[in-house]
């Protein structure tokens, strides 16, 4: 993983970033909000790749983001509604879901059609995908069941492959998830030895999995409302939320 400063080389941050994406590879980028995962969304087999990230993700589509409006228009059909959102709320931290034009694929596009399209409110981004020329994904930069990432430190932290370890006990069948938590020990400013401190943390990890697909059947009802209803999610959720 190669980490740029946007703040102090903001064009090569750009250039190696649309260099990655074209190539079919993975980008971590800033938005408004939390750090995304972008990929190429009209490109197969980088899908693959984000799925593969994500892990355990079940039928949760993915959400992509756009320049502006008129590059929406290029994948989704917008109808009254999103216009008027696209025209005065955005950009900013909103998902706007459309019907696909049919240029897109899974996961990008629900079983119902829809797609999850943002116009982030992020200058960094935007010239970005404005100098891309085509949309990219939008989900955030954290693995299925682990916490959206607000910062770089903590999403390194998370993508620690010995962070949570997934084993299956023989004895009983069960699957059990171990945490490792690693110390150095320094004399001399030499590393000497490393401490090992191993919890079990199985059942955190099982109620964040049960949260996670309660969001995502939650997420699927408000989409298939909307659908139904003619109507953007942003007001479905304000109406549930009051």
Do not use: W
């Not at 079983?111 to 085509?134: A, C, E, H, N, S």
């Amino acid at each position: 993983m190669e980490i740029i400063d946007i703040n102090k080389e903001k064009e090569i941050a750009v250039e190696k970033a649309i260099t990655t994406l074209k190539n079919g590879g993975l980008i971590i980028y800033p938005t408004e909000t939390c750090y995304g995962l972008g990929g190429d969304a009209t490109n197969p087999e980088a899908l693959k790749k984000i799925m593969k990230y994500k892990t355990l993700r079940g039928s949760k589509p993915v959400s992509i983001a756009v320049a502006d409006i008129n590059m929406a228009k290029e994948y989704v059909d917008l109808n009254e509604m999103a216009t008027n959102i696209y025209n005065n709320y955005l950009p900013g931290p909103i998902t706007v879901i459309s019907k696909s034009k049919g240029n897109l694929q899974p996961p990008v596009v629900s079983i119902q059609g829809g797609v999850g399209v943002r116009y982030p409110d992020y200058p960094f981004t935007l010239k970005l995908i404005k100098r891309f020329g085509k949309p990219i994904t939008a989900t955030s930069a954290n693995v299925s069941y682990r916490s959206t990432p607000y910062s770089i430190e903590k999403l390194i932290k998370d993508l620690n492959p010995l962070q949570k370890v997934m084993m299956q006990n023989s004895h009983d069948n069960k699957t059990r998830y171990l945490d490792f938590k690693f110390s150095r020990v320094y004399e001399d400013k030499q590393i000497k030895r490393i401490l090992v401190n191993v919890n079990d943390v199985s059942d955190a990890v099982l109620l964040e999995q049960n949260l996670e697909k309660e969001r995502a059947h939650n997420d699927m009802q408000i989409e298939m409302l909307t659908t139904i209803l003619n109507v953007s999610p942003h007001i479905i959720n304000e109406f549930i939320s009051n």
